[in-house]
């Protein structure tokens, strides 16, 4: 059985100018690009939320 908080793999293709940007990003913040990739999504997620919020 796995444990909850286990993390999955996930493989992700995306352009390579993407992929350099990130990687620009990773590096200025001192991060791996897979942890500069979930600060992306959760930042872009969070960002959702907010705007879903504002319309309601």
């Given at each position: 059985?796995?444990?909850?908080n286990?993390?999955m793999?996930?493989?992700?293709?995306m352009?390579?100018e993407?992929?350099?940007?990130?990687?620009?990003l990773?590096?200025?913040n001192?991060?791996?690009?897979n942890?500069?990739?979930v600060?992306?999504?959760r930042?872009?997620?969070?960002?959702m939320?907010?705007k879903?919020?504002?319309?309601?």
């Open positions: 059985m796995e444990a909850k286990q993390q793999a996930y493989p992700l293709r352009p390579p993407i992929r350099s940007d990130v990687q620009k990773a590096r200025e001192d991060r791996s690009l942890s500069q990739l600060q992306l999504v930042l872009g997620l969070k960002a939320e907010v879903q919020n504002a319309a309601q």
